[in-house]
């Protein structure tokens, strides 16, 4: 049986090795032009009760399947990083108040660290029933990266995109980030969760 020091050395020891990976992507910055996010009549965005609904609607094609059931969505063990969520607008806080008439920037880097390469894809989702609401490549330069996790493999890791916020439930809302496999179908959940406020 482990004693008190010990297992109090492992606690400190994870928590050391989450805060280096969070201060390592803080300092992370994405200068390239987002390219537009995948929009289609394809997937209802529907709000949770007492939230205005969402009105858009995403084509999930090109996430190799035909209907968003079919996506495994989980969370990666607490010793594996593979990516943030970095911020909404520029902005690396995680609450943000919006104005319906307003334009989401979404941005981030993901990587699929059992196969040494960064995503496919990454899903933005309402995490409730995990609605989909956008959806970015990963092919952007991000040698922060590549420098931090010391591999040259994941030197195009980053990805953005953007999201009208007339297009989100108006109200208190949670963004989850998941970076994406079509071989095995699997969204894997990115750090960090951004909670919007969207005002009329």
């Known amino acids: ?3 008190r020091a010990k297992f109090l050395g492992l606690v400190s020891g994870l928590a050391i090795l989450v805060a280096a990976c969070s201060d390592s992507n803080q300092n992370v910055t994405n200068t390239t032009t987002p390219p537009a ?6 997937v209802s965005t529907t709000a949770p009760a007492g939230q205005k609904p969402a009105t858009t609607t995403i084509n999930i094609s090109s996430l190799g399947v035909q209907d968003a059931s079919e996506i495994k969505f989980q969370t990666p063990p607490p010793t594996v990083l593979n990516g943030f969520f970095d911020a909404v607008n ?3 806080a995680l609450k943000h108040n919006v104005n319906k008439t307003g334009n989401l920037t979404l941005t981030g880097w993901a990587i699929i660290p059992e196969k040494t390469k960064p995503a496919e ?5 309402l995490p409730d029933s995990n609605q989909i609401v956008a959806i970015a490549n990963v092919n952007l330069a ?3 990266v590549a420098k931090a996790i010391k591999s040259d493999s994941y030197k ?11 297009t989100l ?17 699997t969204a894997t959940q990115l750090k ?9």
């Open 1 to 3: 049986m482990l004693d």
């Open 37 to 42: 996010a995948d929009t289609a009549a394809n």
């Open 90 to 92: 520029n902005s690396g």
């Open 121 to 125: 894809k990454v899903i933005i989702t």
């Open 142 to 144: 991000r040698p922060d």
């Open 156 to 166: 195009n890791a980053g990805w953005t995109t953007s999201v009208k916020a007339n």
């Open 169 to 185: 439930p108006t109200g208190r809302i949670l963004l989850k980030a998941w970076a994406y496999d079509p071989a095995t179908k």
């Open 192 to 200: 960090n969760i951004h909670e919007l406020t969207i005002s009329e």
